[in-house]
């Protein structure tokens, strides 16, 4: 069986632990019954995750494969990564939610998408992220008594995405340590205006409205100031086109939305100003995880 997964980008600016979108950057995992237990890692990372005494899927994988069968089996599994670690990009979400389908899979018992969704629950408490990595899409969540309601939208084929990815990995636990313990009532008035108008301009197709209407006051600006050059790719990337330039997650990454035919300039500016980032054209996902037997 072989599993894929897309890499997400989650809070689109104002949209805090709510918003978020998948990406046409896949994670690939094979995973076959064995006399023995093997794994292989190959791709983004593939040296520090060898290290690693624990590997985080296959801990989830057996965890729910165990409940489903009630079983120890043996596997061996290799893992493709083109997601990397630590820079906004939804690389935890997309481990949790391959792993429990995966689980589910190779256990032959039925689920749903929203099955999964809420099991990945109990390993990331935030949805924004592993939403869009379970269904594809533009996603919208809110969790309520620890259960997750959501809208999906397909991102027509008209749009891409560039993203920007620093050197340097920021942790999301070093980057909640930077929001403020109390904000305004203007600041969140803000964002639940540029929030309402992303969602809004995302089920309509109306995607020009977004270059006026994408502000935050939560969290971008302090949590940019660990990486000041991303002041510098969001300007340049507005000046070259783009629809709206976000931070990605918690960062290092920067997404920008942008139609098609501008993607091109607004990468080639990007890649000039930043050549030790990584610089990527990036197609939409709209399916989410995938399943191969």
């Known amino acids: 069986m072989?599993?894929?997964?897309?890499?997400?980008s989650a809070n689109l600016g104002p949209g805090f632990d709510t918003l978020g979108l998948a990406l046409n950057l896949r994670n690939e995992i094979e995973i076959k019954r064995s006399e023995y237990p093997s794994i292989e890692i190959y791709g983004e990372n593939a040296e520090y995750l060898r290290t690693l005494k624990r590997n985080f899927f296959i801990?989830?994988?057996?965890?729910?494969?165990?409940?489903?069968?009630?079983?120890?089996?043996?596997?061996?599994?290799?893992?493709?990564?083109?997601?990397?670690?630590?820079?906004?990009?939804?690389?935890?979400?997309?481990?949790?939610?391959?792993a429990i389908t995966a689980a589910y899979e190779m256990a032959q018992v039925p689920y749903k998408k929203d099955k999964?969704?809420?099991?990945?629950?109990?390993?990331?408490?935030?949805?924004?992220?592993?939403?869009?990595?379970?269904?594809?899409?533009?996603?919208?969540?809110?969790?309520?008594?620890?259960?997750?309601?959501f809208l999906k939208k397909f991102i027509p084929?008209?749009?891409?995405?560039?993203?920007v990815i620093?050197?340097?990995?920021v942790?999301?636990?070093?980057?909640?340590?930077?929001?403020?313990?109390?904000?305004?009532?203007?600041?969140?008035?803000?964002?639940?205006?540029s929030s309402s108008m992303i969602t809004a301009a995302f089920f309509s197709e109306k995607f020009d409205i977004l270059r006026y209407v994408v502000e935050d006051k939560i969290h971008q600006e302090n949590r940019m100031k660990n990486m000041p050059e991303l002041f510098k790719v969001r300007e340049i990337a507005l000046r070259e086109g783009a629809l709206m330039s976000t931070l990605s997650g918690s960062g290092s990454s920067f997404?920008?939305?942008?139609?098609?035919?501008?993607?091109?300039?607004?990468?080639?500016?990007?890649?000039?100003?930043?050549k030790d980032f990584t610089v990527k054209i990036l197609?939409?996902?709209?399916?989410?995880?995938?399943?191969?037997?």
């Open 2 to 8: 072989v599993i894929t997964v897309p890499a997400t």
């Open 59 to 98: 801990d989830i994988f057996n965890d729910i494969y165990k409940n489903l069968t009630g079983k120890n089996e043996n596997f061996s599994f290799k893992f493709n990564n083109k997601i990397p670690l630590s820079r906004g990009l939804g690389s935890s979400s997309a481990v949790i939610v391959a």
């Open 116 to 149: 999964i969704i809420n099991l990945a629950l109990n390993y990331e408490p935030h949805p924004d992220n592993i939403t869009p990595a379970t269904l594809g899409g533009f996603c919208v969540s809110k969790l309520k008594k620890n259960k997750v309601f």
């Open 157 to 163: 084929s008209n749009l891409r995405a560039v993203i």
């Open 166 to 169: 620093p050197n340097k990995p």
């Open 171 to 193: 942790s999301t636990q070093k980057s909640r340590n930077a929001l403020k313990a109390y904000y305004s009532l203007k600041d969140c008035v803000t964002n639940i205006s």
């Open 255 to 274: 997404f920008n939305l942008a139609y098609k035919d501008d993607a091109y300039n607004i990468y080639s500016a990007l890649k000039d100003n930043f």
């Open 283 to 293: 197609y939409f996902d709209n399916v989410g995880v995938k399943v191969y037997n």
